[in-house]
């Protein structure tokens, strides 16, 4: 028997910067339909760290996409703030994107023919407020790789240029879909204390999916999915440190 759905906890305080209630996706291929989340509700508030954890195929990328603007769903309602993301068109979605989400990804996709900072530069001219680009690289730690092209550097490091072309525009959201994923144990945890950094001094919300449950611990909840619905929500009692954690 499929269990109800989880309700949200409503978040207390301000008004959530993210609310998602019964939001269902299917994708079609002719006669087959796959659905990718089953009525699905949650809160957000702003600035918390949010871990969306579950095995593959749980429907975690496809929540983040839908968060983000790059997808919309087939039912329910979402909202960033007063902006209702379901239903918008793709200029309302692509100026959402463009001035409150940075996005980081399992696979770094920077520009080969292009330095540290000029992979980064490419965002400010897109973003209305953004913060210095020598300024972002210094905030992941690459000073003194800002001149280096991406066959120059470790993954971590290029993981940590992604970062940095993420937060230049100073994003109200960080969405990070298994940013450790490409990475080894001793880079992931690296990678993982530039977005803990990120998170306290920029006061940013940041979701980040995972399959991997230990750094659940970083987050100020979890939220477990599984076949497309939520399975639970944990508040974490005493949240670890990137150092801290072991997997």
């Not at 989340?37 to 496809?62: C, N, Q, W, Y």
């Not at 449950?213 to 670890?240: N, P």
């Amino acid at each position: 028997m499929t269990p109800d759905p989880v309700e949200p906890v409503p978040v207390s305080g301000p008004p959530p910067v993210f609310a998602a209630h019964h939001v269902s996706k299917i994708y079609r291929s002719g006669e087959v339909e796959v659905v990718a989340l089953d009525d699905v509700s949650l809160e957000i508030a702003r600035g918390e760290f949010i871990v969306l954890l579950g095995a593959s195929g749980s429907g975690k990328s496809t929540l983040l996409n839908i968060l983000g603007g790059l997808d919309v769903p087939s039912s329910g309602d979402v909202r960033f703030g007063d902006h209702v993301l379901s239903g918008a068109g793709e200029a309302a979605l692509t100026a959402y994107r463009r001035e409150h989400v940075g996005f980081v990804f399992q696979f770094y996709n920077l520009i080969p023919s292009l330095t540290v900072r000029e992979n980064v530069q490419l965002v400010t001219d897109i973003a209305p407020q953004a913060m210095g680009v020598d300024e972002a690289i210094a905030l992941v730690g690459l000073t003194p790789r800002r001149d280096h092209f991406p066959s120059q550097l470790s993954g971590g490091e290029q993981q940590r240029v992604a970062i940095a072309r993420a937060i230049v525009k100073k994003p109200d959201v960080l969405l990070c879909d298994e940013p450790t994923g490409a990475l080894d144990y001793a880079t992931g945890k690296l990678v993982l204390d530039v977005i803990e950094r990120i998170h306290a001094e920029l006061h940013t919300t940041v979701v980040v999916i995972t399959h991997n449950a230990a750094i659940a611990d970083m987050a100020d909840r979890v939220i477990v999915l599984g076949s497309g619905r939520v399975q639970r929500v944990e508040r974490t009692a005493v949240k670890k440190t990137p150092a801290e954690l072991s997997w």
